[in-house]
């Protein structure tokens, strides 16, 4: 992305400089119009409502695995706990719409009593809908602001926000780099997970949040319209994430976190500081993460605990990996293509594959396929998905001008070779 | 003499008249006149009305008493329903029963039921007949029937128990009865006796005791009640006062304790409030107030003090006159179960009491946490030998855990006796997981040695591979490892500190494991090879060591103790291919706490994680996940002060 | 001359092993000095603990006009002090252009938010393109620079540590692999710089040193063995028995 030419300096647009955000948002751009003309809601029909969520919220986990690769791919931060922030995010707005969605039932439900409800009733009302199933009658102190849209839609973002941000500070503080880092990303999200498990929690324990799908108000509106809103949002979303990020991977900016992925101290006797820089790809990422957790939920309509697991921020590594880490495109290839796919075997949808001698249910095998191509790729394609563009490409007569910047294997090694 | 013979005979004839069947039955006999006394309550056979009944019979001292108690609550004992005479009776066909005199349990001969009827006492009479046996049973010369009523005395010790067991002491000639009635007699002393001043001596003498029987009882006799009066009552009854509103008393509670002795109003809740409005709404208001406007709490109020000054409703406290009477009493607790001064005495010994259960449940809790830190070095010290060695992070750790335990199981399936079973499955685990895990570096690990990130990433693919193969071939469900019956039971010191000897086994491992590697690292060629290529590797290579074969055989070394590891955790958890991600991540923090490439740091790692877990889960003992979240909330914390762990290298080394 | 660094009484030991030993050192404003020194002398250890790296267990690090401590400071906000370090092994970023590892070496404003908003000037551009011209990579400038050789990258560190325009630079081992014709050329870069900024040169190669003509600091096991020009140095007892043996 560094296209300097040296002793001319013409400002171009930003786009222009970078054609591969202005190919990735026309594809966006086509992709989502030709969902939208495919769709049950405002178009043929062709494409089952449920299949339009499948889609919008393969979109978000795209977004997700920008803010991923932000993280590992150029800042070299291998964070195994990014689906911690995307969680939060789905949780902080799951609870607005969950409560507001039962304010709406309980007001409905009140109307028929003789007397006309109080507040206390109401709010006891609610409380007793969504708690009753683990035991409580009464709102968690966390629920405070439930009722507001605006400030839930602050906590997608200061919530993940804040944590990456304390989190990040006291690792990045105190120098814990590399496998250590990992660990312990994995443990804080390990953490989060198991608070959630519980009862006391505040946000229902294992049941976790449901009815998502539903917007309060809006229960005339048919899914299928919904799911296109969703949709386009989720689409708006990943075009605004990949223009933020590549922004922010361009330039100095972009400069100095690949050098800190590629030589920690090195950058640090060049004066910057690093642990600053680490803290602030580290939030940024988490608040993109938050955002994109906000839009998937809805799509998907209930979240639990079990989403914020260590495996799934583990998978999460996987898609970007696979995709090709260190450049944008690659991520967003890598989430679409693996989630898609594992959407299709895990869903039945696949053949069997008859061996003869065994019947291979992709239902069992996927996971098993899935390992095993994570580790070919590692092994053999480093590059991910990503590494054949490169071919394509590189084709072409040299031009070293804004070529990508994938983990080139000898400078890496050599590197990483020192940093443990 | 003569004349109660003569009395008798004549009894009997009048009785062989009025019942033609009865020959031989002995109306004059004691035991039948002493049921005669209580025959109306006997038929009656009510729980409530019965006891004095039985009591006569237990205290009688005849000889006789034991077999009819014993009969009756067999249900074998029948009367005439004309005569009321008592007989025992055994049914010969549906309409026959043959029957026997009670006095001298003789057979009488058949006779039809029809005028007969049989006593059913049901289960709470027969408690209370139990109750009565045991005196009879305390004494009885087959030991089992004597620890029977010991045990009977335990579960239900009653005030008359006492005299029956202090008979019953002298002349027990099996010294573990007769240490247990003396025990059961200071207990009962402590509970029952007359004098205060036994009571008080049986309690002091079992100052420190951590029996859960005197804890029992102990708690039993210091049981209060709660009260509430207007002016702070005297007597030396009174445990202690409370204020309203702290924790021992809420706000609630206090006015509840003021409504209950009738010293307050009741105050209404919310729902009645809102019903005695509902039932009151006359064309759309309710006291004259429009019901639209009843949408909040002090709108209703309002609405329900009109009520009340129209006498519809009673009147409620209100807020202010709560406050008011809340103010106005005092509260406390009172001893209900024993004299205050015995009650105090209690008090005093419960918490000298719980004072040195206090240390012995640190002591049982620092046993625990030993034990759990054995698993956790167990399961890391597999981790801390390919992470710390060779700085490569294997997250398929887990599932080589996993895998050994498989092993065990699957081995369990053909070898049948235990014992055998897990001694070939120790070293068969060994086995399979070095395989495993020799094979996992040749193909894929050592091609990634100088990229850790990526290693952990394929790892990883590994590890859910696997965990889907195991899912595929063993299905979701657990499957039994079953540990040897010598195995089964506990190590018990005292009722507080106990622990099971499969955990002591699992320590005892650690153990061995331990002096294991101790003896690999440092006395050994491959030991010293692998320090030396974890050193510097290209010395180690040109110095003729082969670091290829050295990392091989490091890591399928830290592998196969993984497989043992699975082994030792599936005996006492059950075996699931989700097993090893229970502890993958604890296996993690326990090297990470612990310092890479030091195996005391391993050791120090599990001993804090395990003694953390069981601390935090002691203090929340409600809630395992949270204590879980509160550990690595502390670890992260840890991770502050010590980025390299406990036992960190320096200098040059930490660089390398 | 007024003095830009001084080290006094400085020791550090790792596992016992006491790499530096009371150590003190000072050196003033545009001065080139040598520091030479035998294997485990404690040259790179001493580097490490002006830049920050490595903390030591006693004794004062002093810095510029003010007398500043830099033991409290961190790595980075040493090197935004004004202290340079160019390692034995040169570490330049190879995965990006000449052109980005010299614009990131730019003197400028450090902090996150400021690069994400930094957008290089035309000045900024002339003043990559004199670095290159005199560190001679003019040529080099689009190329990734893991594409140089060993030379050239050399030279593009130190090409990196003048555009950081520090007030001191700590130079190890700079000639180490260069060819003849290279050297030169190092050469004459370090005393050009030193006609600016001080600059202290950790080097084996007594050659290389007589060239540099400055003042020779000999470390031996921690501590200052001897200090003056070359020729003082080289004809001191104990610094020929540390090098020759005996």
């Not at chain 1, 769709?39 to 089952?48: L, M, N, T, Y």
Request: proline share 4%; with cysteine; hydrophobic share 50%.
């Amino acid at each position: 992305m560094s296209d300097l030419a040296i002793g001319a300096a013409p400002r171009r647009p930003f786009v222009a400089r970078h054609p591969s955000v202005l190919i990735f948002l026309a594809l966006l751009a086509l992709f989502t119009l030709g969902v939208t003309i495919l769709a049950e809601g405002f178009g043929i029909g062709v494409i089952s409502t449920s299949f339009v969520k499948t889609l919008g919220k393969t979109l978000c986990l795209c977004l997700v695995a920008l803010a991923m690769d932000l993280v590992w791919g150029y800042t070299g931060i291998l964070s195994l706990g990014h689906m911690a922030f995307f969680g939060l995010g789905g949780y902080a707005i799951g609870m607005w719409l969950m409560y507001a969605r039962t304010e709406l039932i309980v007001i409905e439900s009140l109307s028929a009593a003789p007397l006309p409800p109080t507040p206390d009733e109401i709010r006891d009302g609610i409380a007793n809908q969504i708690f009753g199933v683990v035991g409580a009658s009464e709102l968690p102190p966390i629920w405070a602001v439930a009722h507001s849209l605006p400030l839930q839609l602050a906590a997608v973002v200061l919530v993940p926000g804040l944590l990456a941000l304390v989190f990040g500070w006291l690792a990045f503080r105190s120098r814990v780099t590399g496998v250590y880092l990992s660990i312990l990303t994995q443990a804080m999200t390990l953490g989060l997970a198991l608070w959630l498990f519980q009862n006391d929690s505040g946000l229902r324990g294992n049941n976790g949040l449901s009815g998502l799908q539903n917007l309060p108000g809006l229960g005339g509106v048919p899914q299928s319209t919904v799911s296109m809103w969703f949709f386009w949002g989720s689409a708006l979303a990943l075009g605004l994430g990949y223009v933020l990020c590549a922004w922010v991977v361009s330039g100095k900016f972009g400069s100095v976190i690949r050098a800190i992925r590629d030589d920690e101290a090195r950058v640090r006797f060049l004066g910057y500081p690093v642990e600053a820089f680490k803290l602030f790809i580290f939030t940024l990422s988490a608040v993109i993460a938050g955002i994109a957790g906000a839009l998937y939920y809805p799509q998907a309509g209930i979240i639990n605990p079990a989403e914020v697991a260590p495996i799934a921020s583990i998978y999460l590594a996987v898609w970007v990996a696979i995709g090709g880490r260190g450049r944008l495109y690659g991520a967003v290839i890598g989430a679409a293509l693996v989630s898609l796919l594992s959407t299709w075997f895990t869903g039945g949808q696949a053949p069997d594959l008859d061996l003869g001698f065994y019947r291979i249910q992709w239902v069992d095998w996927w996971t098993v396929l899935l390992g095993l191509s994570f580790v070919a790729v590692t092994l053999f394609a480093p590059k991910g998905i990503g590494g054949l563009i490169d071919l394509i490409t590189e084709r072409r007569p040299p031009d070293r001008h804004g070529a990508d910047l994938g983990p080139e294997p000898g400078a890496l090694r050599e590197q990483e070779a020192d940093a443990k | 003499m003569i004349l109660r013979a003569v009395l008798g005979l004549a009894m009997l004839v009048v009785a062989t008249v009025a019942a033609p069947g009865l020959r031989a039955q002995a109306p004059e006999a004691p035991i039948q006149h002493l049921l005669q006394e209580h025959g109306e309550i006997i038929a009656k056979s009510s729980r409530r009305t019965i006891g004095p009944a039985i009591e006569a019979l237990a205290t009688s001292g005849l000889p006789e008493a034991q077999v009819v108690l014993e009969r009756w609550q067999a249900k074998e004992m029948w009367f005439h329903e004309e005569t009321g005479l008592f007989v025992f009776a055994e049914e010969v066909d549906r309409s026959t029963i043959k029957i026997f005199d009670i006095a001298d349990g003789s057979e009488i001969g058949d006779v039809p039921d029809d005028d007969y009827k049989q006593l059913k006492p049901n289960s709470g009479i027969r408690g209370l007949i139990g109750g009565a046996l045991v005196q009879f049973q305390l004494s009885d010369p087959n030991p089992r029937n004597r620890m029977r009523a010991l045990n009977a005395i335990e579960r239900r010790p009653e005030a008359g128990h006492l005299a029956a067991l202090r008979g019953a002491m002298e002349g027990e000639d099996n010294p573990a009865i007769a240490a247990r009635k003396a025990r059961l007699e200071r207990l009962l002393t402590m509970e029952f006796d007359e004098s205060e001043e036994a009571r008080i001596a049986a309690i002091e003498g079992f100052a420190g005791d951590l029996g859960v029987d005197v804890r029992a009882v102990l708690n039993r006799m210091v049981a209060t009640r709660r009260g509430a009066a207007a002016e702070a009552p005297e007597g030396a009854d009174i445990a202690r006062l409370l204020t309203p509103g702290s924790e021992d008393l809420s706000l609630a509670d206090a006015y509840g304790l003021l409504v209950s002795a009738e010293l307050a109003a009741p105050r209404i809740s919310r729902d009645a409030k809102r019903a005695a409005l509902v039932a009151n709404i006359e064309n759309g208001s309710v006291a004259g107030i429009e019901v639209a406007t009843l949408g909040s709490e002090g709108a209703r109020d309002l609405a329900y003090a009109a009520l009340a000054e129209a006498g519809v409703v009673e009147p409620v406290a209100t807020e202010a006159q709560v406050a008011e009477a809340l103010e106005a009493h005092v509260f406390f607790e009172r001893y209900v179960a024993a004299p205050p001064g015995v009650a105090q005495a209690a008090q005093v010994a419960l918490g000298a009491i719980e004072l040195r259960l206090g240390l012995n449940e640190a002591a049982d809790l620092a046993l625990d946490a030993l034990s759990l830190a054995s698993i956790y070095f167990l399961a890391a010290i597999g981790l801390a030998i390919t992470f710390g060695v060779m700085r490569v992070i294997n997250m398929a750790h887990g599932e080589f855990i996993m895998m050994g335990a498989y092993t065990g199981y699957v081995v369990q399936l053909f070898v049948s006796d235990y014992t055998l079973s897990i001694l070939i499955a120790l070293p068969l685990a060994f086995l399979v997981t070095f395989g495993a895990g020799v094979a996992m570096e040749r193909l894929v690990i050592r091609w990634l040695y100088h990229r850790p990130l990526e290693t952990l990433l394929a790892t990883f693919g590994i590890s859910i591979a696997l965990q889907q193969l195991a899912k595929n071939i063993f299905g979701t469900q657990a499957r039994p490892l079953t540990a040897p019956g010598w195995l089964d039971g506990s190590l018990v010191f005292n009722d507080v500190v106990s622990i099971s000897y499969i955990r002591i086994a699992i320590f005892v491992l650690a153990l061995l494991f331990l002096a294991l590697f101790l003896f690999v690292m440092n006395r050994t060629r491959l030991g010293l090879e692998v320090r030396a290529v974890t050193q510097n590797p290209r010395m180690a290579a040109s110095m003729g060591i082969n670091p290829d074969r050295i990392n091989m055989l490091t890591f399928g070394f830290g592998s196969g103790i993984a497989g043992i590891a699975g082994v030792a955790i599936g005996l006492y958890a059950k075996v699931t291919s989700e097993m090893g991600q229970d502890y993958i991540v604890q296996s993690f923090m326990t090297v990470v706490v612990g310092g890479v490439g030091n195996i005391w740091g391993t050791l120090l790692g599990a001993s804090l994680v395990g003694l953390l877990q069981k601390g935090i889960e002691w203090m929340n003992p409600s809630n395992t996940l949270a204590a879980q979240t509160y550990m690595i909330l502390f670890i992260i914390l840890f991770i502050q002060f010590r980025p390299r762990g406990i036992i960190a290298l320096k200098g040059r080394a930490a660089e390398a | 001359m007024s003095t830009l660094l001084e080290v006094s009484g400085v020791s550090v030991s790792f596992d016992g092993f006491k790499a530096i030993n009371n150590l003190s050192f000072q050196i003033g404003e545009r001065e080139l000095r040598a520091v030479i020194g035998p294997n485990g002398a404690g040259k790179t250890t001493f580097m490490d603990i002006v830049t920050g790296k490595t903390r030591p267990d006693e004794g004062r690090v002093t810095w510029g006009e003010k007398a500043q401590s830099l033991l409290s400071m961190s790595e980075s906000a040493i090197a935004r002090a004004g202290v340079g370090r160019k390692f034995q092994r040169p570490t330049v970023f190879e995965d990006q252009t000449v052109a980005d590892n010299l614009m990131m070496a730019l003197k400028k404003a450090r902090g996150p938010f400021a690069v994400l908003r930094f957008k290089p000037s035309a000045a900024d551009h002339d003043r990559v393109a004199e670095l290159a011209e005199e560190i001679g990579l003019t040529p080099a400038l689009a190329r990734k620079a893991g594409e140089l050789s060993h030379g050239q990258k050399q030279w593009l560190e130190i090409g990196m540590l003048l555009a950081q325009e520090p007030r001191l630079l700590l130079v190890d081992e700079p000639a180490a692999g260069m060819t003849p014709a290279e050297r030169e050329h190092t050469t004459d870069l370090l005393v050009e710089a030193a006609k600016t900024r001080s600059v202290v040169v950790v080097e084996h190669d007594m050659e290389f040193v007589r060239r540099l003509g400055c003042k020779v600091t000999v470390l031996h096991e921690g501590a200052v063995l001897a200090e003056g020009s070359i020729d003082h140095v080289t004809k001191d007892e104990r610094v020929i028995e540390v090098y020759l043996g005996r």
